[in-house]
């Protein structure tokens, strides 16, 4: 079987996240030939080498199978069937929270390999009917495989959370963000809200900067203090992050699945998350839901588990149980099923 592990290059990335955590729950099961850092290198140039030089080399291997977790098949003929994972369609739905000069992804990459593909996967229901609607595939044909949660996202021994507060230079209680700072993952809302708060601890942002980025900036520039920047986190430092925070506010416009508030579900920590897209199908019942828009819910929300030890207890618990239902070997299984069906 031939991967595609170019999103192994961004491995805080979720697209990174999920290509190498299915492929470690996909281990012995077949004998693959990936192509992306660590491993053999898709060759140049950047569009002639991915799109018309590297299906030549697919096709010399002869492989039974071409898996793409990242969404996409090369222009040119593999050779085998195949199957690709769509993670999210947002582009295509909301096209102003992108930068431009994406044309040759949007308009042929994608689409193609969308009707190309032997077999499709969809991270959740939310993707799969925008997935059904905006593409000539029907819902029959698509197949939808939830993410999970690695088993390193877990609470934490008490005694070993002030290690993590020294390392990151925490307070005792703050509000944490994760994720890149980019128009849909809605920081603008929740730096209203906090700014709102009567008693508020600081809020924590560890992500890097994405794109169109300027106006948060400006927005967290004028609120001055109280805002910390962590920069991106290491993926095998986010269990240690969040078990120290005090809740994790996930205020995202679009989510193809919403692994954040489920890993930070994992480890113990309180979660309010957006009400959009597919989250709702993620955390279920274990978080506080809000409508991303609604300034004041934020607010409102955030005080709830900031000061009632009730209400924070209660997600606590909900949020550990829920997040024990997402694993990677449950996905790795149902993965392999849809692989090994399409290769015949």
Known sequence: MVVDGTALAAPQAGIGTYTREILAALAGRARFTIYGPGHRLIPGPRFAGRHLVWPGRIRRLAPDLFFGPMGQLPLGRVGCPSVVTIHDLAIYIRPEWFPPGQPLSTRLVVPRS??????????????????ASLFDRRLEEITVIQEGVAPGFHPLPVEQLPAYRRRFELPERFILFVGSIEPRKNLTTLLQAWAQLPDRPDLVIAGAWGWKYEPIRDQIE??????????????????GLYNVATVLAHPAHYEGFGLT???????GTPVVSSNAASLPEVVGEAALLVNP???????????????DPGVASDLRRKGVVRAAEFTWEKAGARTWRVLERAAG
């Open 222 to 239: 004028r609120l001055g203090p109280g805002v910390r920047l962590l920069g991106p986190v290491e993926p095998a430092d986010l269990p």
């Open 261 to 267: 508030p489920l890993e930070s579900m994992a480890c």
């Open 293 to 307: 828009a609604d300034v004041d819910g934020w607010t409102a929300a955030l005080e709830r588990v900031l000061h």
């Open 114 to 131: 969308i009707e190309r593909a032997t077999s499709l996967i969809a991270v959740s229901q939310n993707t799969a009917r925008d997935l």
